[in-house]
Nanobody
Framework: QVQLVESGGGLVQAGGSLRLSCAASGSTFDFNAMGWYRQAPGKQRNFVAGISSGGSTNYADSVKGRFTISRDNAKNTMYLQMNSLKPEDTGVYYC???????????????WGQGTQVTVSS
C-alpha cells in the first residue's frame, strides 16, 4: 500500500496563490504517476492535474494556465502550484497515486487525507 500526505491548504483571496505538497511513501513502485483531485461541497470529486514519473503532465481545462503540477522523484513528493485562484477553486484537494499513459492520467484508489483550500471573493 502507498501512503499519501498532503499539506499547504489554507484561506486565500481571489487572485492569490497557494502551493500544495504531497509526500508519498510505501509501495510507490506500483505506480508511475501521481495526481490531484478536488471536491467542492455537495459535488463529485474531480480530476485537477496528473504527472508521470518522467514529468509529462495533464490538466483539467478549468485549471490549465493557472495551475502547475510538478514532482521531485528523489523525495517522492508532488506539488501543485495554484495561481490566479478563483472562488470556484474552493474545495478539499486530494493527492492520488495512479498511472499515466497515452497523455492521460488514470487515478487509482489511493488517496491522501485531503487539504482544504478556500478562496474568498
Amino acid at each position: 500500500q502507498v501512503q499519501l500526505v498532503e499539506s499547504g491548504g489554507g484561506l486565500v483571496q481571489a487572485g492569490g496563490s497557494l502551493r500544495l505538497s504531497c509526500a508519498a511513501s510505501g509501495s510507490t513502485f506500483d505506480f508511475n504517476a501521481m495526481g490531484w483531485y478536488r471536491q467542492a461541497p455537495g459535488k463529485q470529486r474531480n480530476f485537477v492535474a496528473g504527472i508521470s514519473s518522467g514529468g509529462s503532465t495533464n490538466y483539467a481545462d478549468s485549471v490549465k494556465g493557472r495551475f502547475t503540477i510538478s514532482r521531485d522523484n528523489a523525495k517522492n513528493t508532488m506539488y501543485l502550484q495554484m495561481n490566479s485562484l478563483k472562488p470556484e477553486d474552493t474545495g478539499v484537494y486530494y493527492c492520488n497515486a495512479g498511472t499515466f499513459y497515452s497523455g492521460r492520467y488514470f487515478g487509482h484508489d489511493y488517496w491522501g487525507q485531503g487539504t482544504q483550500v478556500t478562496v474568498s471573493s
